[in-house]
């Protein structure tokens, strides 16, 4: 994995002024396949626009019905709101988050995460990602994503893992300014796609994500092999996996 060059801690901050318009709720997460790809219809909605500059991005209010008296470009509760990537002593707070996502989804008793293991692999070997969004100094986002790879495409893709808004705090747009600095990010990095997956029953969230220009991938099925399968399989490989890796 390649991190950018803007990570190692760097936040993106909204400033003061510019606010976000407001939307009636935010939903945490799901799993369905939603692809959003970076040069998609209306992703970004009329009231947020990625302002580039030549080391990155930076968020800017500027509504295209601006001129037109659009009473969504004053401030709706983002000020003191900022995104940043998650150092090593942030582990904590990010498996705080994993149980509190677990805990809203009913799958409390799923979650075997322990620090240890998001240290090896956050931040040792890098298989992952996280941002946090902090809202007047106090976290109340979290987003764990990584890099996968399209070969049609020939480029690298961002897939979303985990996306969490505290529920006291939905209905701000952050859950939105997150997709949107992921969206930047993957531009960023040159991707070619965002995605994620949804719960099929998460009605709110699927329209959500649609609006924003993501897509249903319908015709695609995700299979899975873990715990006794996957060691069952890789018991017979016939000795063509020697067990070395670099």
């Known amino acids: 994995m390649n991190p950018s060059p803007l990570a190692g801690g760097k936040e993106r901050f909204f400033p003061k002024d510019e606010g976000r318009?407001?939307?009636?709720?935010?939903?945490?997460?799901?799993?369905?396949?939603?692809?959003?790809?970076?040069?998609?219809?209306?992703?970004?909605?009329?009231?947020?626009?990625?302002?580039?500059?030549t080391n990155g991005f930076s968020f800017r209010q500027a509504c295209k019905k601006q001129q037109e008296g659009c009473s969504m470009a004053a401030?709706?509760?983002?000020?003191?709101?900022?995104?940043?990537?998650a150092e090593k002593k942030d582990v904590p707070l990010i498996l705080k988050f994993i149980k509190e996502l677990a805990a809203y989804e009913k799958m409390l008793d799923e979650v075997k995460?322990?620090?240890?293991?998001?240290?090896?692999?956050?931040?040792?070997?890098?298989?992952?990602?996280?941002i946090l969004g902090e809202y007047q100094d106090q976290p109340v986002a979290f987003a764990l994503f990584f890099h996968n790879f399209s070969t049609f495409l020939g480029k690298?893709?961002?897939y979303l893992e985990d996306l969490f808004v505290k529920?006291?705090?939905?209905?701000?747009?952050?859950?939105?300014?997150?997709?949107?600095?992921?969206a930047g990010l993957a531009v960023e990095r040159d991707c070619g796609r965002l995605e994620w997956s949804c719960l099929d029953w998460n009605e709110p969230s699927i329209g959500f994500y649609k609006h924003l220009g993501a897509r249903p991938m319908d015709e695609w099925t995700v299979y899975?092999?873990?715990?006794?399968?996957?060691?069952?399989?890789?018991g017979q490989g016939g000795g063509f996996f020697s067990g070395q890796t670099d």
């Open 156 to 158: 690298p893709g961002i």
């Open 167 to 182: 529920p006291e705090m939905r209905g701000k747009g952050i859950g939105k300014a997150m997709l949107s600095f992921l």
């Open 113 to 130: 995460a322990t620090e240890a293991d998001l240290v090896k692999y956050l931040f040792e070997r890098k298989n992952a990602e996280v």
């Open 75 to 85: 401030d709706a509760g983002l000020t003191g709101f900022r995104i940043r990537f």
């Open 21 to 53: 318009p407001s939307r009636n709720s935010f939903p945490p997460r799901g799993r369905s396949g939603l692809l959003a790809e970076k040069n998609g219809p209306n992703f970004f909605s009329d009231c947020l626009i990625l302002s580039w500059k």
């Open 224 to 234: 899975r092999l873990q715990g006794e399968s996957l060691r069952r399989l890789a």
